[in-house]
């Protein structure tokens, strides 16, 4: 009698369990898991928005890959876009983290202000507030003609315009700075006294101690920054609109026009897809990678 009241009360719990996760597991199938597989049957077909979608097969990653030029230039522009930004990303947040990483007057005043412009994130306002300062009579030209620099045309010229919208996602190095920050926090000061006593000066204890003491979150920092990259939209969008001549043209954009623009959804449910398997497959590279430099104190790995 006793086990079956136990068994009783903890169907009850369970019961209970299920009534407070409800609302969650409802958004998750509702607003996630139907989407997410119902953008993968309509990648197989031909749907407009007007009609109802009709089974195509693989046709619409045949004409990805074979007829559709716009599709693997934005595909080109976006590998160039996070090859740019996520080094660039990184070394900017770790740098400046071990600037930030000593005891200096005002020094929580310093690290908030260069954690702000992630408070602001991919936003449109900042991504005008960046068109204005880049515009051919912008800000940065107006600062350069001050000193006696003719200025560039950095949006209307296909060789800058890529790089100019890769320093706004540059710009915003701050989440990863805080983490860089905590992780050089937790390095112990055992090991660089050690390193004194031999003689290895700061450049060595940097190389030596510093790096490898932080490559988890050096490894964690570049997926995050990876994903991110490649599925990157506001700026190129609001700045240039894939211009000029599809230089800032990347993915996330193609998709939205197709999807938006043109109403193939089926064709830009095909483009999401590609999207994820790249994303995917760049990800499990990088993890395949994590076992020969990044470095753990207990010695395991993923």
Same mark, same amino acid.
């Given at each position: 009698?006793? @086990?079956? @009241?136990?068994? +009783? %009360? !903890? +169907?009850? +719990?369970?019961?209970? %369990?299920? &009534? !407070?996760?409800?609302?969650?597991? *409802?958004?998750?199938?509702?607003?996630?898991?139907?989407?997410?597989?119902?953008?993968?049957?309509? $990648?197989?077909?031909?749907?407009?928005?007007?009609?109802?979608? #009709?089974?195509?097969? #693989? @046709? =619409? !990653?045949?004409?990805?890959?074979?007829?559709?030029s716009e599709f693997l230039t934005s595909l080109w522009v976006t590998i160039k876009f996070s090859l740019l930004t996520v080094p660039g990303k990184l070394l900017l947040a770790l740098a400046v983290a071990v600037f930030l990483n000593r005891n200096l007057k005002g020094i929580n005043l310093i690290r908030t202000l260069y954690y702000i412009p992630s408070l602001f994130?991919? $936003? *449109?306002? *900042?991504a005008m507030l960046w068109k204005v300062m880049f515009m051919d009579n912008?800000?940065? =030209?107006?600062?350069? %003609?001050? &000193?006696?620099?003719?200025?560039? $045309?950095w949006l209307g010229d296909p060789?800058?315009?890529?790089?100019? #919208?890769?320093?706004?996602?540059?710009?915003?190095f701050g989440s990863s700075m805080?983490?860089?920050?905590? %992780?050089?926090?937790?390095?112990? $000061?055992s090991l660089y006294e050690a390193a004194s006593i031999d003689g290895a000066g700061k450049i060595k204890k940097f190389i030596y101690i510093t790096v490898p003491q932080i490559t988890p979150i050096i490894f964690f920092n570049m997926i995050m920054q990876t994903i991110n990259a490649l599925q990157t939209y506001t700026s190129a969008s609001v700045i240039t609109n894939g211009g000029p001549l599809k230089a800032t043209y990347v993915m996330g954009l193609k998709l939205y026009k197709e999807g938006f623009s043109y109403f193939k959804m089926g064709y830009a449910s095909a483009i999401s897809w590609v999207m994820f398997a790249l994303i995917l497959v760049v990800t499990l590279l990088l993890f395949r990678s994590s076992s020969s430099w990044v470095y753990y104190e207990d010695g395991g790995d993923f």
């Open positions: 009698m006793q @086990k079956k @009241k136990k068994v +009783r %009360a !903890y +169907r009850k +719990r369970d019961y209970q %369990a299920f &009534i !407070y996760l409800a609302p969650w597991l *409802i958004g998750l199938c509702v607003l996630q898991l139907y989407p997410f597989l119902s953008s993968l049957y309509y $990648s197989f077909t031909d749907y407009q928005i007007t009609s109802k979608p #009709i089974w195509a097969g #693989i @046709k =619409n !990653y045949v004409e990805l890959f074979t007829s559709d994130g991919g $936003s *449109i306002a *900042i912008g800000v940065i =030209n107006a600062l350069l %003609a001050k &000193i006696g620099i003719t200025g560039i $045309s060789k800058v315009a890529l790089v100019t #919208i890769c320093m706004l996602e540059i710009w915003q805080v983490m860089f920050l905590a %992780a050089l926090k937790q390095v112990p $000061s």
